[in-house]
């Protein structure tokens, strides 16, 4: 079992930056893979970025690839995601979730895919 609690949200100009950070308790967190979400108002949630265990590959959405870089430590038990050159659409509340066992292609970037999940944190950018 692993819990997550998200920080790092606010609100920013567009083309600033945020760091987001997700910390998980639990002594496993390294096996876990982990994701980003966000969730506009009205919109359902949606992929942004995911990292395998090892941190070897990472996923990203077409919308924030080239801008937003997702990282993790698995000493510390975070996972980060920096978000660069923000835009007004980037506005939602971003979720950071966890899956504990064995992903292939597409299942990356799928809400069912995975186990747990924090309770958000909003990021709000204004034009």
């Known amino acids: 079992q692993v819990q997550l609690v998200e920080s790092g949200g606010g609100l920013v100009q567009a083309g600033d930056s945020l760091r987001l950070s997700c910390a998980a308790s639990g002594r496993t967190f390294s096996s876990y893979g982990m994701g980003w979400f966000r969730q506009a108002p009205g919109e359902e949630r949606e992929f942004v970025a995911a990292i395998r265990w090892s941190g070897s590959t990472t996923y990203y959405a077409n919308s924030v690839k080239g801008r937003f870089a997702i990282s993790r430590d698995n000493a510390k038990n975070t996972v980060d995601l920096q978000m660069n050159s923000l835009k007004p659409e980037d506005t939602a509340v971003y979720y950071c979730?966890?899956?504990?066992?064995?992903?292939?292609?597409?299942?990356?970037?799928?809400?069912?895919?995975?186990?747990?999940w924090g309770q958000g944190t909003q990021v709000t950018v204004s034009s």
């Open positions: 979730a966890a899956v504990n066992r064995q992903m292939y292609g597409s299942s990356w970037y799928r809400v069912s895919s995975y186990d747990h």
